[in-house]
């Protein structure tokens, strides 16, 4: 079982930037081996996979923040990243990080998760 750790969430303006960690903790594998995720949720709504990044770095992203969000690793820290540019009110949510075994938003490849950190974007 991985410890998952977020941090970095908060409030922004529209148009403004946030930066999200989160640092894993407590495997017996390395930290290399996981594909690791970014997950959200808004009120009212299910669990979203926004983007995901393997093992050797390769990612992808769901359509609703393509282009806006970049997702980056760093193997030495056990730590990943979520770089929100452009921010949008509907960004608002609770955003969690999820260590799995697939390159997939889909969030049943993914075993162990983080207890989130809220994002709130205000127009």
């Known amino acids: 079982e991985v410890q998952l750790v977020e941090s970095g969430g908060g409030s922004a303006q529209a148009g403004g930037s946030l930066k999200l960690s989160c640092t894993a903790s407590g495997s017996g594998r390395t930290f290399d081996d996981f594909d690791m995720g970014w997950y959200r949720r808004s009120p009212g709504e299910a669990r979203e996979g926004i983007a995901v990044?393997?093992?050797?770095?390769?990612?992808l992203y769901a359509d609703s923040v393509k282009g806006r969000f970049t997702i980056s690793r760093d193997n030495r820290r056990n730590t990943i990243y979520l770089l929100m540019n452009s921010l949008k009110p509907e960004d608002t949510a609770m955003y969690y990080c999820?260590?799995?075994?697939?390159?997939?938003?889909?969030?049943?490849?993914?075993?162990?998760w983080g207890q989130g950190t809220q994002v709130t974007v205000s127009s």
């Open positions: 999820a260590a799995g075994r697939a390159l997939s938003l889909g969030e049943q490849w993914y075993q162990d």
């Open positions: 990044i393997g093992f050797g770095g390769s990612p």
